[in-house]
C-alpha cells in the first residue's frame, strides 16, 4: 500500500474505512482519505433486518444503489420497489429517498455518489416532513 494516497489505485478489505451510522455498518471503499478520487464516493453499507435510513435527500449529488445481498425496500420519490440482489436504484440531485429493511436477514448494498464534495448539507433528513412522515408507515 502507498503511503502516498495521491499515488493509491488499489484498496484492499484491510484499507477500507468502517464507520458506524446511524442506520449502516459503512465499510468506505473510496473518499479522499482512502484515494485521490475527484468525482465518485463509494460505500459499502450493512444494514441490519429492522433498520433503516428514513427519507432524506443529497441536495447537491446523485447516487446509485446496488443491491449486493438480502432486499431492501427502497423508496425514491413517492415510488417503492423491493430490490434483489442485482437491482440498481438511480437517485436524481435533490430527491428524497429511503432504504429500509423489513426483512430477517441483513441487507449490504453499494451507494456511489457524485460528485465526491459537496455543498453543506450534504445530507437533510426529510424524515419528520410530510408528504415523508405519512408515506411509510411501519
Known amino acids: 500500500m502507498p503511503d502516498d494516497i495521491s499515488l493509491r489505485r488499489f484498496v484492499t478489505s484491510s484499507e477500507k474505512i468502517d464507520e458506524l451510522s446511524p442506520w449502516t455498518l459503512n465499510e468506505w471503499i473510496c473518499r479522499s482519505d482512502i484515494v485521490p478520487n475527484q468525482q465518485l464516493l463509494m460505500v459499502r453499507a450493512i444494514m441490519d433486518p429492522g433498520r433503516s ?9 446523485e447516487e446509485l444503489i446496488y443491491v449486493v445481498s438480502g432486499q431492501a425496500e427502497q423508496w425514491v420519490g413517492r415510488e417503492k420497489r423491493i430490490l434483489t440482489v442485482g437491482d440498481t436504484a438511480f437517485i436524481p440531485e435533490g430527491e428524497v429517498h429511503g432504504t429500509w429493511n423489513p426483512f430477517s436477514e441483513p441487507l449490504v448494498f453499494l451507494a456511489i455518489l457524485s460528485p465526491s464534495q459537496a455543498e453543506e448539507p450534504s445530507i437533510v433528513d426529510m424524515s419528520n416532513e410530510e408528504p415523508w412522515r405519512s408515506l411509510r408507515q411501519p
Request: zero cysteines; aromatic letters at 12%.
Open 53 to 61: 435510513h428514513p427519507f432524506h435527500k443529497h441536495p447537491t449529488r
